[in-house]
């Protein structure tokens, strides 16, 4: 006996992601990557991301059913990313798993993208209770949250203009570095030195816990025409970018009392990052390497959580949800 074994589908942008959980524990997390697909167009094609979707999911979930040696009548719970995200690759996902839930007549579960980041940042801890503090930091969000009971997101801050990983992802471009740009920049930062650009630490000394980071990158910009070598321009920004998030968040911690945070999104990838919050005092849960970036383990993880806590199937008329508070999700 294998116990619950859920099917999670995550197709929110650009990756095709299908994950299978049996007992709270992973065992499949297949993606496929549209990243070559999008290269050419500097930036993810919304109707070619759909097309791909659609071309490679029934593929993938046959793949990841037989590395699990299961069949799909083994499934006790399907679920797919209801949204955030790109309303025709969110419908591709989500129309999948409904109709595969009530082929199989099993129960179907629609996830908030940013519920998946965070149980699959927790992926490595799952005895952690909340209380605790979420920052999500990838491609389209910087969000901070209080999570005072599972379910319940409190939205301390987030970022008034650009997300953290798309500010990354826009100082590699100036910079003449691929996509995405977070692993470019960080490599290349590893040659530079993080002092030499006078950056400065955005909304340093303000009230609350929003987070900017267009300033950034149009300092990059400049700092570029006046000179900068790449290296310190990726090795600075990489500073003041980090040092914003991990300062913030141990604002955060210090003004609520609460001292557990979890770090999701793709920016939680970043070495940098990582060293400077494991520095601090703070009881810190990251991501293990494969989780960081969108996946469908996350999801399967958190539709498992949510059917552990409240058994109850969502309707298979549910929305896709393209813009989607995490706050209203509970
Ligand atoms: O969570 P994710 O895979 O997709 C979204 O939901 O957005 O995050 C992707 C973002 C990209 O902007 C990428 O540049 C950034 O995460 N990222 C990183 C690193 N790896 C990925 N940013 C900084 N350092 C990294 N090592
Ligand atoms: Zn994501």
């Given at each position: 006996m294998r116990g619950v074994l859920v099917l999670g589908i995550e197709t929110s942008c650009d990756d095709t992601g299908v994950g299978l959980v049996a007992d709270g524990r992973i065992v499949v997390n297949r993606v496929a990557s549209q990243t070559l697909l999008h290269a050419e167009y500097g930036g993810v094609v919304p109707e070619l991301a759909s097309r791909e979707h659609t071309q490679v999911l029934d593929r993938l979930v046959t793949a990841a059913l037989d590395e699990a040696g299961a069949?799909?009548?083994?499934?006790d719970l399907i679920a797919a990313t209801?949204?955030?995200?790109?309303v025709g690759p969110l419908l591709v996902g989500l129309g999948y798993a409904k109709g595969l839930a009530w082929s199989l007549g099993k129960p179907f579960l629609g996830v908030h993208h940013l519920e998946g980041h965070v149980h699959g940042a927790l992926a490595g801890a799952p005895q952690l209770e909340p209380p605790f503090l979420v920052l999500v930091a990838s491609g389209g969000h910087t969000h901070l949250y209080h999570v005072p009971r599972w379910g319940r997101y409190e939205l301390l801050g987030a970022t008034r203009d650009d997300a953290a990983g798309e500010a990354f992802d826009k100082v590699a471009r100036l910079l003449g570095l691929g996509y995405p740009g977070g692993p470019e920049i960080e490599r290349l930062a590893a040659e530079g030195d993080p002092q030499a650009v006078p950056f400065t630490v955005p909304?340093?000394?303000?009230?609350?816990y929003d987070f900017s980071f267009s300033g950034l990158k149009t300092a990059a910009l400049r700092f570029k025409d006046e000179g900068y070598a790449p290296a310190d321009i990726a090795a600075s920004f990489q500073r003041v970018a980090v040092a914003s998030l991990a300062g913030t968040l141990e604002r955060a911690a210090r003004d609520t009392g609460v001292r557990r945070v979890v770090v999701a999104g793709g920016v939680a990838a970043n070495r940098a990052l990582r060293t400077a919050l494991t520095a601090t005092d703070l009881e810190v849960h990251l991501p293990p390497?494969?989780?960081?970036?969108?996946?469908?383990a996350m999801i399967a993880l958190a539709a498992a959580h949510r059917w552990s806590r409240e058994g109850r199937p969502d309707p298979l008329t549910l929305s896709a949800e393209p813009y989607w508070p995490l706050g209203e999700a509970a």
């Open positions: 069949a799909a009548g083994d499934l209801r949204g955030p995200g790109l909304m340093r000394g303000r009230q609350g390497p494969g989780l960081t970036s969108d996946n469908g």
